[in-house]
């Protein structure tokens, strides 16, 4: 195979992805309540400790250093800085002014995500996303946190992936709050679509009240090429269509538009979404492969292709294509600058990850060729850290993290990132070196 030089455009940002519940342990939220429930967790780990990243960031941030990243993604824990209903803890608040001074240190960027995943216990016995004021509550807590932060040079993620806490939550109830119900997963995508706009609303008043210059604000979605299992199958093709627009689609469209969509709402206005999109988070693993004759909405998916390489665990395919359609698709109906927030697999193979990586970068410097506009990517994840469902598991981690010790050892693949960022692309050289 012949490969040739592929760089990135000048300005375009490197660095790796993490949340608070799966490294910083010490949390007490809804998770930490469904960790207790037996046959929750795969492996029967809990994210007591996690990476200790709580005690221990400072260590992680010198290695993202040495690694040359730019900019490092990172999610606040709302159950820490409003452990109950209206009550504040400046202590916490503190301790992420901290960590956001010591990437500033460091010349790394911030990018703060507002929710990954996790919420406060009261929040969640108060009926979650199901709670018709849960935008207002989310939305409270965001301005708590812009008021606080907002004098840092930072990059806004409002909400992680909504579509998968709807999913995996509401739908398949493998996520707490547990529910296979697809109303509700309706009900909870609509209040997180608000809450998004509650929270984007909250920074753009904090920033303007304070006189500052508005920063970038984007929603965070988890995206898959959805494809049917038989492309000759007009009852497949369909299913796919509609898959896609309900998972890849729905919600920001709603985002970008202004309008709660069908099935969410009428299409009526929601004014707290506008002017709530400066870029799109995309989130990209994998493919899903749908059929008419699975029941998708109880979590059938089509078998896997035995040829590809999966995902610790999750089983994701190795399936770089995808990624090129999904960003291509993203920018032909948005025309909005796309940052790749977070691509990676889970593997104890560093061999793999190398390969996985260097194939989808092909797949985003392809896209940018043909007109895609991205702004950066993010690995996920820094270490290895908790996966949800899958506990201990799943090694998404350029840095290995001994759960024993608490050790950080970066992989090879750490380093080939760092040759990656230093050239701004992929040379030939490294493309011929960890492709072979
Ligand atoms: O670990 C998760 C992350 O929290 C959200 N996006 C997908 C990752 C891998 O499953």
């Known amino acids: 195979m012949e490969y040739i030089d592929l760089f990135f455009p000048e300005g375009f940002l490197w660095g790796s992805a993490a949340a608070a519940h799966q490294t910083e342990g010490g949390n007490h939220n809804n998770w930490s309540e469904w960790e207790k429930i037996p046959g929750k967790i795969k492996d029967g780990t809990n994210a007591d400790v996690a990476c200790d990243h709580y005690n221990r960031y400072e260590e992680d941030f010198d290695l993202a250093k040495e690694l040359g990243h730019q900019v490092h993604r990172f999610s606040i824990e709302w159950s820490r800085i409003e452990p109950s209903f209206g009550k504040w803890d400046y202590t916490q608040i503190v301790h992420y002014k901290k ?5 500033v240190k460091r010349g790394i960027q911030p990018m703060v995500t507002l929710h990954h995943f ?3 216990v009261w929040f969640a016995e108060n009926g979650d996303w199901l709670n018709p004021e849960s935008p207002e509550l989310f939305g409270r807590y965001c301005r708590k946190i812009v008021q606080e932060l907002s004098n840092y040079d930072v990059i806004w993620n409002t909400i992680n992936e909504p579509m998968v806490v709807v999913t995996i939550g509401y739908l398949w109830g493998d996520f707490p ?3 296979n119900d697809f109303g509700k997963a309706i009900q909870a995508a609509k209040h997180l679509l608000m809450a998004h706009g509650q929270a984007s609303t909250q920074i753009r008043e904090v920033y303007s009240e304070k006189g500052l210059d508005q920063p970038k604000i984007a929603p965070v979605l988890s995206t898959s090429y959805i494809m049917p299992e038989n492309p000759e199958d007009p009852e497949d093709l369909e299913l796919a269509e509609y898959i896609d627009n309900l998972y890849n689609h729905l919600w920001i469209e709603s985002a970008i538009t202004g309008r709660i969509l069908n099935p969410m709402g009428d299409g009526q206005r929601y004014a707290p979404l506008e002017n709530s999109v400066d870029f799109i988070g995309v989130n990209y693993y994998s493919r899903m492969v749908v059929s008419s004759k699975r029941d998708f ?3 059938e998916i089509a078998p896997k292709d035995p040829y590809r390489v999966r995902c610790e665990g999750l089983e994701w395919e190795f399936y770089p294509e995808g ?3 999904q960003i291509m698709d993203y920018w032909k109906k948005y025309q909005k600058p796309i940052f790749l927030t977070e691509n990676g697999i889970g593997t104890s193979d560093d061999r793999i990850r190398q390969r996985y990586i260097i194939s989808h970068l092909q797949q985003v410097h392809k896209a940018i060729q043909d007109g895609a506009k991205v702004d ?3 690995v996920w994840s820094l270490t290895d850290n908790f996966e949800w469902a899958q506990g201990f598991s799943s090694h998404f981690g350029i840095i290995e993290c001994d759960f024993d010790t608490l050790k950080r050892k970066p992989r090879e693949s750490a380093f080939m990132l760092r040759k990656i960022i ?7 050289e490294t493309q011929e070196t960890y492709l072979a």
């Open 177 to 179: 709050p547990g529910h």
């Open 376 to 378: 950066g990517y993010l």
């Open 297 to 299: 909405m109880a979590g």
């Open 422 to 428: 230093k050239d701004n692309g992929l040379v030939k």
């Open 99 to 103: 960590v956001i001074e010591s990437l």
């Open 118 to 120: 996790t919420n406060p």
């Open 323 to 325: 990624y090129y359609h």
